[in-house]
């Protein structure tokens, strides 16, 4: 409710988390709602179209993430460039889609835009991603985020039409 408006990024993920109608949002209100949110994530299926989305793919034996932008000049029947922009060491996705403007500029050329999630104990911030000899949480843990890449094309692949020649990554 009230609370709710005040962090905009939490709004979809919290809607109807106030079960008791008070107007607050209990600890145990707010863990049962984020816990149903990474309930319902399951592996993505069928195309993709104009706008933005979230896909979620089985890396191994782990579901990971990520965001999708598509132009609304996408043609299914036209091979699309994409650039798959990784964000910092402690970021997540949105930072770098605000800090990019790689969304605005999709727009204006025509490519799709893959954002990954990296790794971490919270898995909304503070995301790394593996680099060998460096980068928190993911290269502690052995994450394999050339596997990552990989299923992320794959999914892409079959999602959307691709120009395998014309793939990049910032």
């Known amino acids: 409710s009230e609370e709710i408006g005040r962090f905009a990024p939490l709004k979809d993920r919290l809607q109807g988390a106030d079960q008791n109608g008070d107007g607050f949002i209990s600890t145990s209100e707010f863990r049962t709602k984020i816990a149903q949110n990474y309930q319902r994530l399951e592996p993505s299926t069928g195309s993709v179209s104009a706008g933005e989305s ?7 034996e782990s579901l990971r993430r990520y965001r999708l932008h598509v132009p609304e000049s996408y043609s299914a029947t036209q091979p699309t460039p994409v650039i798959i922009a990784f ?3 402690g970021g997540n996705p949105e930072s770098m889609i605000q800090l990019s403007g790689l969304n605005e500029k999709s727009e204006e050329a025509g490519f799709i835009v893959a954002y990954p999630y990296g790794s971490g104990r919270n898995p909304e911030r503070g995301l ?3 680099g060998g000899d460096c980068c928190g949480y993911a290269q502690r843990r052995g994450v394999d985020d050339i596997a990552f890449v990989r299923a992320l094309l794959d999914d892409l692949e079959r999602a959307a039409n691709v120009d395998t020649n014309r793939i990049f990554a910032t």
């Open 54 to 60: 979230l896909r979620v793919i089985r890396v191994g």
């Open 87 to 89: 964000h910092g060491g």
């Open 128 to 130: 790394t991603f593996n």
